[in-house]
Structure formats: C-alpha cells, structure tokens
Nanobody
C-alpha cells in the first residue's frame, strides 16, 4: 500500500521561506516521478512543479525562480524549497505520485 505524507507547512511572512517535505512509502521511490500541486482558497488545484526519476525538474511560471524541488532517494523523500513567498502562495500543498495525493499541508503567507 502506497502512502504519501506531506509536512512542513505553516505561517510565514511575505518574503520568507519554507521547506515542505513529502515522504512516500510502500513502493520503489527511486523510480517515481513526483509532482507538487497546490489549492488556494476558492481556487482550483494547480500544478506547481515536478521532478522525474533522473532528477530533472520543471516548474509552473508563477513559482519559477522562487521554488526548488529536490529528492533524496535514500530517504524516500521529496522536498519543495519555497523562497520569496507571496500572499498568493497561500494554499494547501499536495504531493502527487503513484496515482495519488497526500493529505496536504497548509501554507499561509501573511502580507
């Protein structure tokens, strides 16, 4: 059974940084492509970025240059480093892999 768990959310001031973590268990992590999504208040869920099994990354335009995705296969973990946060980054952030989302972690950016 695959399990996906995100942690690391919280309240941060605009301009600050947070690092989110996604831990995946129950499958071969190193083979997995991994995505981050987010859903802001009153908005649809949107794609944030991805990292493939070779470590290649891609980002949505709103976060390009501010967010960085990385992975540690030895720890079955993906990271989302978020810098220069803006109020519009406020959302629940989800890890997506193996056909499923985790429960999400709330990020709130105060202006």
């Amino acid at each position: 059974q695959v399990d996906v768990v995100e942690t690391g959310g919280g309240l941060v001031q605009a301009g600050g940084s947070l690092r989110l973590t996604c831990v995946v268990s129950g499958t071969v992590f190193s083979n997995l492509p991994l995505d981050w999504y987010r859903q802001g208040p009153g908005k649809e869920r949107e794609w944030v970025g991805m990292i493939n099994s070779q470590g290649r990354t891609g980002y949505a335009d709103p976060v390009k240059g501010r967010f960085t995705i990385s992975r540690d296969n030895a720890k079955n973990t993906m990271y989302l480093q978020m810098n220069s946060l803006k109020s519009e980054d406020t959302a629940v952030y989800y890890c997506y892999t193996a056909g499923m989302y985790g429960q999400g972690t709330q990020v709130t950016v105060s202006s």
